[in-house]
């Protein structure tokens, strides 16, 4: 990138599942600074020495002091969002709950004489788990941001939105849409393997509803635990990556398999070993813990451990109290005013 620097190219861990749990790579990447260019002579500074405009607004926009009463609007803005996250997702398989049921064969391919690529294309698609096929539309909208902060004019309104930083120069939805932003290569094909290949055993469980509910809500809670760190201990790093709401998903594939063996992906290869899922979740909490008392700035563990706290806590209450007893509650009114006058 042109005006990001000493960016963390290493995730934090690699794990592999030997039999039921798939590869995991995980990473929620602090963004170290934003500083303007510099000749490659750092003792001969001139006054004709310009540095890029972008940049300069960029190093201002994230390197404000920290204002604790900022974090109001977060704690605001995550407790309305992540019940509004749910409710949309409850009606959205609703709608399309009731597609299905008024046209059953909507789906189903026109026949014809001739089919082309594109047709072909299409059956292809169309054979994929509806799940699946939200993966792979969150991976692609992580990809395309990914590119869009390759464009230096982009520079201010990305950072504005797609970094999680609680300043005033950033808005609050950046808690949200950091889940989907990378600025490193490594980065976003670190996660996103990780994304596509533990997606597999919660697709058949949570559905593509339930999933991009959770996906979103953990991700804000990352971001909301990320804030309130940088405030309280005055380290003001922004930060961004979707490993606050991979992490959400993990926590709960974790706790459904328990006894699954898993190892660290690569490193078995040289040196065999295994772990259960349930030591991995706990090892990924220790770790957050640790870095978190200690400072580490290598990664932002304080947005880790939101997510997988998000991820624990929905396992053992929010399925139960959100997605069965509130949605039905939902829906039925939903209902009501959907048919009302028909």
Not at 92 to 105: A, L
Not at 120 to 147: D, Y
Not at 283 to 305: E, K, N, S, Y
């Amino acid at each position: 990138m042109t005006v990001l620097s000493r960016m963390s190219l290493f995730s934090q861990v690699f794990i592999r599942n030997s039999s039921r749990i798939p590869k995991l790579c995980i990473q929620r990447q602090p963004v170290r600074s934003f500083r303007t260019k510099r000749g490659k002579d750092t003792k001969v500074e001139t006054e004709t020495t310009k540095p890029d405009p972008y940049e300069v607004e960029l190093y201002e926009a994230t390197s404000q002091p920290r204002d604790p009463g900022i974090l109001g609007k977060y704690v605001t803005y995550t407790a309305v969002a992540i019940p509004a996250f749910f409710t949309g997702c409850a009606i959205w398989q609703y709608e399309t709950v009731r597609k299905v049921v008024k046209n059953p064969h909507s789906h189903m391919r026109k026949q014809g004489k001739q089919y082309g690529i594109r047709d072909q294309l299409n059956e292809i698609w169309n054979q994929i788990p509806p799940a699946r096929k939200l993966v792979v539309e969150i991976v692609a909208a992580n990809v395309a941001i990914f590119m869009l902060w390759k464009v230096p004019r982009l520079y201010p309104v990305m950072s504005r939105y797609f970094l999680c930083m609680p300043t005033r120069a950033h808005s609050v939805l950046a808690s949200t849409l950091s889940a989907f932003s990378h600025t490193a290569g490594f980065h976003v094909f670190a996660n996103m393997y990780v994304l596509w290949s533990f997606s597999a055993p919660l697709c058949s469980t949570l559905g593509k509803e339930q999933f991009l509910a959770v996906y979103l809500a953990g991700g804000t809670a990352a971001g909301l635990t990320s804030s309130v760190y940088r405030v309280m201990s005055g380290k003001m790093i922004p930060s961004l990556g979707a490993s606050g709401a991979i992490l959400s998903l993990i926590a709960i594939v974790c706790l459904q398999f328990p006894d699954a063996r898993i190892s660290i992906a690569f490193v078995d290869q040289i040196i065999p070993h295994s772990f259960s899922a349930k030591s991995a979740i706990i090892g990924l909490i220790i770790l957050d813990c640790v870095g978190i008392a200690r400072g580490w700035r290598f990664l932002d563990h304080a947005g880790h451990l939101g997510g997988v706290l998000f991820g624990l806590f929905y396992h053992k209450y929010g399925k139960h109290l959100i997605w069965e007893n509130y949605k039905h509650a939902l829906l039925k009114k939903y209902h009501s005013f959907r048919n009302k006058g028909k």
